[in-house]
């Protein structure tokens, strides 16, 4: 397999980054989404395909613009949690499969009318998309089996397998494009037991449904850490969500990675903060001493969660931590720059490319998938193409 590995190298360019907007935006790199996506590719076999998890906006960026860049990339397949995701994937001129992983009764004609991909999980859905089908005169419509392996979450029970499969068999107006089930907890090193007994119930499941069906649709269970760490559960294709935005479940490996999705803002105003006096709502902070403070024009509204606040969250402004000051507004926080050289107007990172969302996220015992998710659709996209880092292979 190919070997990849990333390289940032520093250039007068990186050194003074170009301001693009006197506000609070969201970057969107291109370029490294084809980085991680060939580098996730590296891990596989050439004859394994890729499933790209595009669901909640390409969590948090710009669903649009990162399918279209990997359906050029070479990606195979893409996932979506709800057909509406799909509907907006296929306006936008996908043309590659869609898998919708949580598909709702009131949604089957949206379905229909954009060639999406039913996941069926559970007897209801099954005998409700198959009646749909028969109503409208719909034959061999692709359809992905869920079972239910361990996570109890959607998918069908293993003892309901051979039923299930034998019903489809027999229906002309369904034929199953793949089998898949998700796995719990494979990036965590205490339940590698589990992990593994997890990939063994769906193989075997995999089999039943094959000898009813009469065919062999694709297998595939991964996700990002199971990529890296079981190639034994790589199966016929891989699904990766968080790997593609440049975060793992190894800090060592997210060294191999590049992240999607920067967001930054800017300094509005700037304030000297006299001893005793008090900074934002419910006095949530109170100087011990003479403190220089920034405003800057991002809340708990855009995403900047509000469990940051007094002094657990930080941004970098000029390549230092300045941390919350007080409890996060809706519309701005402020943070301390008493020794940091700024002035306003300068730019502000909050996470991104040079500090990582999942660092960030441990701050407050949460995760990377919550920042990236939560930022407001109120904060403006850009997509750029490589303007901070140059990836090579």
Known sequence: MQNLSLQ??????????????GETVLEINLEAVKHNFHYLKSKIAPNIQFMAVVKANSYGSDASE??????????????????SEGEILRKAGIKKPILVLHP??????????NNLEPALYSKKILNAFLEFLKIHKLSDYPVHLKINTGLNRLGFEPE???????????????????????????????ETDFTRNQIRMFEKAGKVIFEKLGYTPLLHCTNTSAIIRYPEARFDMV?????????????AENKNLAPVATLKTVISQLHNIKTGESVGYNRGFIAEKPTKSATLPIGHADGFLR???????????????????????MDMVMVDVTDIECKEGDEVLVF???????????????????LLTGISSRVKRITVKNRIYSYKY
Do not use: Q
Request: aromatic share 8%; net charge negative.
């Open 352 to 370: 991104g490319a040079g500090a990582p969302a999942d660092e960030l996220a441990a701050a407050i015992d949460t995760i990377s998938y919550e």
């Open 104 to 113: 709702l009764l009131a949604n089957f004609d949206i379905i229909r009318d």
């Open 66 to 83: 990162i399918a279209l860049e990997l359906e050029k990339e070479g990606a195979d397949y893409f996932a979506v949690a709800y057909s």
């Open 239 to 251: 699904r990766s969500g968080i790997g593609l935005y440049g975060y793992t479940y190894d800090p």
């Open 307 to 329: 469990a940051f606040g007094k002094g657990k969250g930080w941004v970098i402004i000029n390549g230092k931590k300045a941390k919350v000051l007080g409890n996060v507004c």
């Open 160 to 190: 309901e397998i051979a039923d299930v499969a034998e019903g489809i068999a027999k229906a002309k107006e369904m034929r199953v494009s793949s089998i898949f089930s998700h796995l719990v907890a494979s990036e965590d090193d205490k």
């Open 8 to 21: 940032i190298p520093m250039t007068k360019e990186v050194e003074k980054p170009e301001m693009i907007a």
